[in-house]
């Protein structure tokens, strides 16, 4: 598939590295971070996105490193919500019940 004339890092291909990495921690306990970001950001990305620049430069290249990182940050992020999430729902649970006068 061509890319001449449109932008191959979009949105979707994002979402789909972040929903990649999520599931494959889940999988993978143990392996780092980083590690399953650039699997997924290979998987998610056409290689025209980061092959050439890393062939130019003998190793990874600024833009593949920054779609790793992007992803990384996102996936650190919705881990951030869903524990922060996870706390709100569960605050009137975690309250000691309140003291009530009986005679």
């Known amino acids: 598939m061509s890319h001449e004339y449109d932008d ?3 949105a979707l291909a994002i979402d789909t590295a972040v ?15 980083d590690e399953i970001a650039r699997e997924a950001v290979d998987a ?14 003998g190793r990874t290249s600024p833009l593949h490193e920054g779609l790793i990182a992007e992803v990384a940050r996102l996936v650190r992020a919705a881990a951030d919500d869903s524990v922060d999430t996870a706390s709100e729902q569960s605050f009137p649970a975690s309250d000691p019940p309140a003291w009530i006068w009986r005679a």
Request: charged fraction near 10%; proline fraction near 9%.
């Open 8 to 10: 191959p890092i979009t």
């Open 19 to 33: 929903s990649t990495v999520l599931r494959l921690l889940a999988q993978r306990r143990g392996v780092p971070l």
């Open 44 to 57: 998610a990305f056409c290689s025209c996105v980061t092959l050439p620049g890393d062939a130019s430069s």
